[in-house]
C-alpha cells in the first residue's frame, strides 16, 4: 500500500551501500584499539560512536554532534567550574533564534567544505581507476566475470584463476551489467558490477573458463528483443549468442533468402551460405530441406562472406551490426553496404558528416587550412589545456569516430602532446590522424615530421594515419608534405580524400567546404611570391 520496494544491494562491493560501509571501518578501526579480548567488542561500540560523534570530520569540518544539536557535548574532564554550568539565555527565544542562526550558517560552511572533498576524492577516484580511458563493457560485449575469493571453494583462493566465462552482456546500467553465459542457458542471468568484469578481446575464442562456484543467479523474466520473429526452430533456452548460431537478440531472429521463404534459419552465417548456394543452383528453391542441409556443412567454395542481397534480408535484425563487428570479414561488408545505400539515396555530395564524428585541431594548427564541414568541430589551442578540454567535449557527447589535424613539428615533444592527446579517447572511439597543410621553409626537416608522425602509437583502440610522406600518383607521386606546401588548403584536403580512398580505409569521404575559391587561390599564389620572388622576375 506504502508503494514501498526491497532493493538488495550488489554482492561483493562495498560502494553500493557506501555510507554505511565506511563507517563500519571508522567504527572497526576504533573499537579494535581500545578492545583488550576480541570477544568483549560489543562493550566499546557506545564509547567508540561518542568518539566519532565529538571529532569534526574531515568531509565536513564539524562534529556530528554540533551538526546535529547546535552544540558540542563537554565531557566530564572539562565539566568544572563556570563551564559546568554553561551559558545563560534572559530569553527562550533569543536562544533560539541565535541557534537557528549559528546553525544555518553552519549548514553552508558545511555544504562548500563537502563539496571540495567530493572533488578531491572523485579524482582521486578518477585517476585510480584510469576512467577516462578504461573500456566498459557494451550489451553484446563478451566478458569475463570475477569470482569473489571466498566463493572458489579452496584451500588457497588467491593462487588459483578467480575469472570465469565468457559471458554475453544484454544490457547495462550506469555502474553494473546483466550478463548470461555464451556457452550456457539463456536464462542464467547474473547482474555484475563493471570493477568486477574484465572485457574478452575479439582474438579470444569461447572456450568455456571454469571455477568450483559462482554467483548467485538473478531471478528474471526472459528478455525479448524488438523486431524477432515469434517463430523459432529450436529451444530459446538454448545457446544462441555465437554470431554463427544466431544473432545477439535474446530470442534469435528468423532469416531466409527472399526466394525461398520456406527455408527457415536463426544462424546467419547459414542464411549466407543459402544465398550463395541459391545463385549457383537456384533450382535449390524448390528444395528447401535440401538447401537448408547444404548449408550447415562446409563446402569447398567461399561461402561465408555476405552478399549486399543477404544483409538486406538479415536488416529486421536489431542487432545486425553488432553481429557483424565479431568477424573482421562481414563488418568490411557491412560497411561496404551501408556506403553503397548512402550513395545511392543521398548520392557523392553527402554534405553533412555523421553526426558522432569529432574533428579535433591539435595546437598549432591554424584553422583557416582546414576547411572541412563538420558539426562537431573543437579547436585546441593551447598546449597546456588540450587535455582538459579534449576530456570536458569527451564527456559531453559519445563519439564513434574522431579526426585529429596535426601541425608541421620536428621536435620530439610533439609526440608525447599528440600521444596524450589520442590515448585519453576511449578504445571504442575509431582515430583517423591527418597532417594540415602548411608551407615549409626547410624541405630536409620534413624527414623528421614524417619520423614523428609515424611513431605516435595509440594504447587501445583502432588509430589510421595518413602519413605526410604518403605518395600521390595523381600529382607525379610527390609527397603529401610537399603538396601541403604548394597547394591551396581547398585542393589539399581532396587529395587527402583520394589518399584515403586509395589506401581502402573504412572512413567516409572527408566533405570540403564550399569557399571562395578564387580568394583562395590569390592567397595562395601571395605566399608563392613571398616565399619565391625570383620566380617572379
Not at 550558517?105 to 576512467?131: C, P, S
Request: positive net charge.
Amino acid at each position: 500500500m506504502l508503494k514501498i520496494r526491497h532493493e538488495m544491494t550488489k554482492g561483493y562491493n562495498s560502494r553500493a551501500n557506501g555510507a554505511v560501509e565506511r563507517f563500519n571501518k571508522t567504527l572497526m578501526h576504533i573499537v579494535k584499539k581500545k578492545t583488550a579480548v576480541a570477544m568483549e567488542w560489543d562493550d566499546q561500540v557506545v564509547f567508540a560512536v561518542y568518539a566519532y560523534n565529538n571529532v569534526a570530520h574531515t568531509t565536513t569540518g564539524e562534529t556530528p554532534t554540533y551538526l546535529m544539536y547546535g552544540r558540542d557535548s563537554r565531557g566530564p574532564l572539562e565539566m568544572d567550574g563556570e563551564d559546568a554550568v554553561g551559558i545563560n539565555y534572559a530569553d527562550m527565544d533569543e536562544y533560539k533564534h541565535l541557534l537557528t542562526h549559528e546553525l544555518l550558517k553552519t549548514q553552508k560552511i558545511v555544504k562548500e567544505h563537502a563539496m571540495g572533498e567530493h572533488e578531491k576524492y572523485k579524482r582521486l577516484f578518477d585517476e585510480k581507476h584510469r576512467t577516462a580511458t578504461r573500456k566498459y563493457p557494451e550489451p553484446g560485449s563478451r566478458v569475463l566475470v570475477e569470482i569473489p575469493a571466498e566463493k572458489l571453494g579452496a584451500k588457497c583462493p588467491k593462487l588459483i584463476n578467480k575469472w570465469k566465462g565468457p559471458f554475453r552482456v544484454l544490457e547495462c546500467s550506469n555502474n553494473s551489467a546483466t550478463l548470461t553465459p555464451v556457452l550456457g542457458k539463456g536464462k542464467d542471468v547474473i547482474c555484475v558490477p563493471f570493477d568486477h568484469l574484465r572485457v574478452v578481446p575479439d582474438e579470444m575464442g569461447d572456450e568455456e573458463i571454469k571455477t568450483k562456484k559462482g554467483r548467485a543467479k538473478k531471478k528474471v523474466a526472459h528478455l525479448e528483443g524488438d523486431f524477432c520473429d515469434e517463430v523459432s526452430m529450436r529451444d530459446p533456452n538454448e545457446t544462441f549468442f555465437r554470431h554463427i548460431f544466431s544473432c545477439r537478440c535474446s530470442r534469435p531472429c528468423v532469416f531466409y533468402p527472399p526466394s525461398a521463404t520456406t527455408a527457415r534459419t536463426t544462424s546467419p552465417s547459414q542464411l549466407v551460405a543459402m544465398m550463395n548456394l541459391l545463385e549457383l543452383k537456384p533450382e535449390l528453391a524448390q528444395k528447401p530441406t535440401e538447401l537448408l542441409l547444404l548449408a550447415q556443412a562446409n563446402l569447398p567454395f567461399e561461402v561465408d562472406i555476405p552478399s549486399q542481397e543477404a544483409l538486406l534480408a538479415m536488416a529486421h535484425c536489431p542487432t545486425l551490426q553488432l553481429m557483424c563487428r565479431e568477424e573482421p570479414a562481414w563488418n568490411v561488408a557491412f560497411t561496404h553496404t551501408f556506403s553503397a545505400l548512402m550513395r545511392r539515396f543521398f548520392g557523392d555530395d553527402f554534405t553533412s558528416q555523421p553526426v558522432n564524428t569529432l574533428l579535433v585541431l591539435a595546437p598549432g594548427v591554424r584553422e583557416s587550412t582546414v576547411t572541412l564541414a563538420f558539426t562537431e568541430k573543437l579547436v585546441l589551442k593551447s598546449a597546456e589545456s588540450a587535455e582538459d578540454l579534449l576530456l570536458e567535449q569527451l564527456k559531453k557527447k559519445r563519439y564513434s569516430r574522431m579526426i585529429m589535424i596535426i601541425p608541421f613539428a620536428t621536435d620530439d615533444g610533439y609526440v608525447d602532446q599528440w600521444s596524450r592527446l589520442i590515448n585519453v579517447v576511449p578504445g571504442s572511439t575509431k582515430i583517423l590522424l591527418i597532417p594540415a597543410p602548411t608551407s615549409v621553409d626547410d624541405f630536409s626537416l620534413a624527414g623528421a615530421f614524417i619520423s614523428l608522425v609515424a611513431s605516435v602509437k595509440r594504447s587501445r583502440g583502432e588509430l589510421d594515419v595518413i602519413s605526410p610522406g604518403d605518395r600521390v600518383m595523381a600529382h607525379k607521386n610527390q609527397r603529401l608534405v610537399d603538396l601541403g606546401d604548394q597547394m591551396n588548403p581547398f585542393d589539399y584536403w581532396h587529395v587527402v580524400n583520394n589518399v584515403i580512398r586509395g589506401r581502402n580505409l573504412v572512413w567516409q569521404p572527408l566533405k570540403v567546404s564550399v569557399v571562395d575559391m578564387g580568394q583562395t587561390r590569390r592567397r595562395s599564389e601571395l605566399r608563392q611570391r613571398r616565399q619565391y620572388p625570383h620566380r617572379e622576375k
